[in-house]
Nanobody, 126 residues
Framework: QVQLVESGGGSVQAGGSLRLSCAAS????????MGWFRQAPGLEREFVAA????????YYADSVKGRFTISRDNAKNTVYLQMTSLKSEDTAVYYC???????????????????WGQGTQVTVSS
């Protein structure tokens, strides 16, 4: 497993942008699938985006497609989530997650990931 620490959350007005960062420990960062999830009060944790280990494929929830971009810098052991055109419904605690390359579960399933960060709050005001 890897240790994950998120940063970059905050408060922003609707239409604004934020970039979240997730710093990972460990020398094998490049061999993990990395994902971002979010959880609003009273709701279940939901998938936002994922970046595969091989091929550089990315996956997005329909609700953020075209507005959010996930990227990773293996040299810096960091994965990013660039969020633009933010909406009030994007308000949540955002979690970074790491999972094995091979898994029975799809990228958008919480159970695929076995390492989680502590979360960072994103608040979008309308």
């Amino acid at each position: 497993q890897v240790q994950l620490v998120e940063s970059g959350g905050g408060s922003v007005q609707a239409g604004g942008s934020l970039r979240l960062s997730c710093a990972a420990s460990g020398r094998t960062f490049s061999r993990y699938v990395m994902g971002w999830f979010r959880q609003a009060p009273g709701l279940e944790r939901e998938f936002v985006a994922a970046y595969s280990w091989s091929g550089g494929s990315t996956y997005y929830a329909d609700s953020v497609k075209g507005r959010f971009t996930i990227s990773r810098d293996n040299a810096k052991n960091t994965v990013y989530l660039q969020m633009t055109s933010l909406k009030s419904e994007d308000t949540a605690v955002y979690y970074c997650a790491a999972g094995p390359v091979s898994s029975y579960y799809r990228y958008d399933v919480v159970r695929r990931y076995n390492s989680w960060g502590q979360g960072t709050q994103v608040t979008v005001s309308s």
